[in-house]
């Protein structure tokens, strides 16, 4: 194989594929990059841990059809470094060359048989979604799903499209968020993917400089994301996933809209004295259009007070801050309504008008 590439091309396919790239492997060729020419003007590069596979095209110039397996994390540092000029790579009996102006190095490669292809599937649906809409909703549910690879289907999002409509969900028994858009399909899908994977394909989107759609293609066990030249393969998930339905709270006693803003800020505040690993407690007390919100630890305490709009009865309620910081934080609008039913229900947080999302915070006993 011999290709020409230009650096600043090939630089940037590299960083796409390399997301694909995972430390925890002891296996040999799941650290390389396999590189396949194309045709005359075009090579693939592909990077995966078995778990979700990265393919991108990229131009260059093809004089010897093949293909090759570097080692990924020396072949990204190498070529990063290199000047912004052409660059030639050959491969001769498992030795690569790699030029540029000046510079020479020689690099061992691995065989491009041994490397696996996770990225085959059988279409069973395929639809266009918008780019900036599904990143949208991945920032507002990836965050509440489950950190903790023993609990399987937990540390996915739950995606849904019905009727026009795309919803996400995520929860990790703490906390809960599902956001819903409208949608130009027809299709009735249901799958879970991984929350980490989600994030990984949201950068990408966010690198692409292509045009506002992109297609996701569903089979019985695979997602594969197309976005311009790359093409992203992620396992599903398996199991059954939470009704999450039941647990949204159909009845409340308090309703109270605030202003998220102020929100966060008189709770970021509050937080300052309440040490990490005890559950960050903060105390909301909800009076006559007012929240009084207070923490207290053995450097002290703390107490502020902000206007809202109250119906209902009052309660005292307790929170770790960092999950109702996480929710308040993704939402876009500048007033939310939280509902109440008592200080040991979760708290439900809506928009004030429509329902495009809903977030469930479990509180924290407090005692009086």
């Known amino acids: 194989m011999k290709i020409i590439c230009q650096q600043s091309v090939l630089n940037k396919a590299l960083a796409t594929v390399y997301k694909a790239i995972t430390n925890r492997t002891t296996i040999p060729i799941l650290k390389g990059i396999l590189i396949e020419t194309t045709s005359n003007n075009s090579i693939k590069l ?7 596979s990265i393919e991108k095209e990229c131009e260059c110039i093809v004089e010897e059809p093949g293909s090759i397996v570097l080692y990924s994390k020396l072949f990204t540092e190498m070529i990063r470094k290199l000047p912004n000029s052409d660059v030639i790579i050959e491969e001769q009996n498992g030795n690569v060359n790699i030029k540029c102006k000046t510079y020479s190095s020689d690099i061992v490669s691995l065989q491009a048989e041994e490397f696996p292809n996770i990225s085959e599937v059988e279409e069973l649906e395929k639809i266009v979604l918008d780019k900036e809409a599904f ?19 937990l540390t996915g999002v739950l995606i849904e499209i019905k009727d026009n409509l795309i919803s996400m969900v995520a929860l990790d028994g703490f906390r809960m968020s599902m956001v819903k858009e409208e949608t130009i399909s027809d299709k009735d899908i249901k799958v879970v993917i991984s929350a980490r994977l989600l994030n990984e394909v949201t950068k990408i989107l966010s ?3 292509q045009e506002e759609d992109f297609v996701l293609i569903i089979d019985k066990k695979k997602a594969v994301f197309i976005i311009g030249t790359t093409k992203i393969t992620l396992r599903l998930l398996e199991g059954n996933f939470i009704n999450y339905n039941e647990i949204i709270p159909k009845v409340h006693k308090c309703i109270v809209k605030a202003d998220r803003r102020e ?5 970021e505040r509050a937080s ?26 053995e ?5 502020e007070e902000i206007s809202v709009d109250v119906e209902g009865e009052g309660l005292e309620i307790g929170f770790n801050s960092k999950y109702i910081l ?37 509180p924290v006993r407090i005692t009086s």
């Open 135 to 153: 990143k949208r909703m991945v920032r507002k549910t990836a965050f509440a799903a489950s950190t903790d690879e023993s609990r399987g289907i």
């Open 263 to 267: 929100l966060v800020d008189v709770i």
């Open 46 to 52: 592909t990077a995966t841990d078995s778990e979700i």
């Open 326 to 362: 996480d929710v308040m934080k993704v939402i876009d609008e500048d007033e939310v309504v939280l509902e109440f039913n008592t200080n040991v229900t979760p708290c439900l947080v809506k928009p004030v008008e429509g329902s495009s999302f809903e977030f469930l915070i479990l």
């Open 207 to 209: 690198d692409e400089d």
């Open 299 to 303: 450097e002290g305490k703390i107490k």
């Open 272 to 297: 300052l004295i309440v040490k990490e690993g005890k559950n960050n407690l903060i105390k909301i007390k909800i009076e006559e259009n007012a929240a009084v919100i207070s923490s207290r630890s």
